[in-house]
């Protein structure tokens, strides 16, 4: 079984910046995906970046050049670095882990860009 942790969601002004952590702890495979997901109030999940065990990443189209997804194998966490926030990012973010058929959620973390 493996457990996902976030953390480093909060309220930001718009332009402000904010770091996301996800710590993995169980049993992981050392072929995974590690990734984020957001979830804004009456609207469907939407994948915001991903990562793979070697480093491969993608995003969504609306956070490119504004988000950077890492992540520290020897740690077992990932992070999401958000900068030039926006009022559209705010959301409750996830983190997943994917490695082969399984697949782990966390809990979320709430991030809300306001003035």
């Known amino acids: 079984q493996v457990q996902l942790v976030e953390s480093g969601g909060g309220l930001v002004q718009p332009g402000g910046s904010l770091r996301l952590s996800c710590a993995a702890s169980?049993?992981?495979?050392?072929?995974?995906?590690m990734g984020w997901y957001r979830q804004a109030p009456g609207k469907q999940r939407e994948l915001v970046a991903t990562?793979?065990?070697?480093?491969?990443?993608n995003y969504v189209d609306s956070v490119k050049g504004r988000f950077t997804i890492s992540r520290d194998h020897a740690q077992n966490t990932v992070y999401l670095q958000m900068l030039s926030l926006k009022p559209e990012d705010t959301a409750v973010y996830y983190c997943?882990?994917?490695?082969?058929?399984?697949?782990?959620w966390g809990r979320g973390t709430q991030v809300t860009v306001s003035s």
């Open positions: 997943k882990l994917s490695s082969y058929q399984w697949v782990y």
């Open positions: 169980g049993t992981i495979s050392s072929i995974s995906t």
């Open positions: 990562i793979t065990t070697s480093g491969s990443t």
